[in-house]
């Protein structure tokens, strides 16, 4: 069986639960706190950073939540994720960079190093200024999927795909910090409760970080 | 003809400009000076950061570095530069996200905008702690590459691909500044000096961004 190497609050980890849990592959999770940096996970995976694959069957394990979605979906057959034509699958793939780099940095890697890494690593306080930043940002993505949503069933188009899984592996992460400000972003919410029902949305609902329990409305279907 | 957006110290455009010229496709450089916004680059590409790549024929433009070279690859047929299984395919990636992510995040993104950023944008003057944590982040990198150089041909294997493009890419930026410590890495010099002397690599080496001029050895073969 497969193993995922994931961390609670890694938005590239709850992708990859998504997309595995969508495709109805079968796998073991395995708790990697990133801030640790493990020796032998070092070896599996030199940057660091979960997510990362074994597939098991003497495949090695590989890291980069874009790079172990392509592989699954290369090595999965139909019905995929990644869009069914070079034209979407581009649009699919500016989608998933637009979350795992630029709201990554600009956002949810921002919230998530301020209010649980610090504290997990013993590194001092939060910090305002940058909370207040990330914050400002989020708005500005949060514009974009709104727009899209409005213009299309899902982010990328007609069909569900990866980008839809991305985005939401990310706002998932800020919502479990209680940050995104869904009143203003009715659209956003729209899409968002549209994939919190799905089987594959459960697990991720009953995520809990000790010591940092989640708002009220996280796992509620009818937020 | 197709046109690329860049902006000269862009990685992810140098990137693309590499993987066309190494795939013998033409194209017209249309320069896009990110910190500027104009409305008419953010309705091409709504994050606003180059590349973007417009393949001509009424395909739409299109914008993600790795979004970018993955259609490229999908629809120029065979020769390819991404790896020639999905497992190869997997290791490629994985070094497209550690430079498009970790490496821009760490090292890249923040010595342009420091460097040059700032100054355009007239943002106030260079901050010597950030020089100063992206210097020791390169270092960390540089290691991990040199690894790849001692054990591989090329970063990902036996064939050149896509990541040593990227990889390439992002470090001829940091070149270009002035900033890569090359004598305390022999292999990555190595390997990079066998990049540098193709002729895709040419048009980067003659790129002169007005006010900041490059070091001596930046175009120098031998370097």
Redesign the interface.
């Known amino acids: 069986m497969a193993t995922l190497y994931h961390y609670w609050l890694s938005p590239g980890s709850r992708f990859i639960r998504l997309q595995l849990a969508e495709r109805n592959i079968a796998f073991d999770l395995a708790l990697e706190n990133p801030w640790e940096r493990r020796p032998a996970f070092l070896k599996l995976s030199?940057?660091g950073?979960p997510p990362v694959f074994a597939a098991g069957g003497g495949?090695?394990a590989?890291?980069?939540?874009?790079?172990?979605a392509?592989?699954v979906e290369?090595?999965q057959g139909d019905g995929g994720l990644l869009g069914e034509n070079?034209?979407h699958?581009?649009?699919v793939?500016?989608l998933?960079?637009?979350f795992?780099?630029?709201f990554?940095?600009e956002v949810s890697d921002l919230l998530v190093y301020e209010r649980i890494y610090r504290s997990e690593m013993k590194a001092g306080t939060p910090d305002p200024a940058t909370i207040r930043v990330a914050r400002q940002n989020m708005r500005f993505h949060l514009d974009?999927v709104s727009?899209l949503a409005e213009q299309r069933r899902w982010l990328a188009g007609d069909a569900m795909s990866l980008a839809d899984l991305m985005a939401a592996a990310h706002l998932s992460v800020v919502d479990y910090l209680g940050e995104v400000p869904w009143d203003a972003f009715p659209e956003v919410r729209h899409w968002y409760s549209r994939l919190k029902s799905r089987p594959a949305f459960r697990p991720l609902l009953a995520d809990r970080v000790s010591g940092f329990p989640p708002p009220d409305h996280y796992d509620d279907l009818d937020f």
């Not at 590989?62 to 172990?68: G, L």
């Open positions: 030199p940057s950073w495949v090695p590989m890291s980069d939540a874009r790079a172990i392509e592989y290369e090595t070079p034209l699958r581009a649009e793939r500016r998933l960079g637009w795992d780099t630029r990554a940095g974009h727009q």
